[in-house]
């Protein structure tokens, strides 16, 4: 019941499921997120640790950048729940404009903090 319940409360906010809709198509990283879906890049990472820690995504180190992809849930809520996330939405208007943008963003432009180094 907790499983369920907190995979419940990751999916009950629009950006953190709009953040999911991105990751369908590619790795992400907070950058990227966060210039795709016009937020500040500390809100991005909030939607990800709520998503990481209900196992609907996961991280892998490459380089300087910490990229964020879906993951494979260990359980059947899990499961049904990705399922039908991957099934929805493909029709929206923003999660259309999303894919756009994300397909355009070019991280190593995006990422790139004041003093010039990368994120």
């Known amino acids: 019941m907790k499983t369920l319940e907190k995979i419940l409360k990751a999916l009950a906010d629009k950006n953190r499921i709009r953040i999911l809709k991105l990751l369908e198509n590619k790795k992400m990283c907070v950058c990227e997120l966060s210039h795709v879906l016009g937020i500040a890049q500390p809100s991005v990472s909030r939607h990800l640790k709520k998503l990481k820690s209900a196992e609907l995504i996961k991280d892998e180190q490459d380089g300087f950048w910490t990229n964020y992809k879906?993951?494979?849930?260990?359980?059947?809520?899990?499961?049904?729940?990705?399922?039908?996330?991957?099934?929805?939405?493909?029709?929206?208007?923003?999660?259309?404009?999303?894919?756009?943008?994300?397909g355009k963003a070019k991280r190593e432009n995006i990422c790139k903090t004041k003093n010039g180094r990368k994120c």
Request: proline letters at 3%; hydrophobic letters at 40%.
């Open 70 to 102: 879906l993951n494979k849930p260990a359980n059947i809520h899990g499961a049904k729940l990705n399922k039908l996330i991957k099934e929805s939405l493909n029709d929206d208007v923003v999660v259309k404009q999303d894919l756009i943008k994300s």
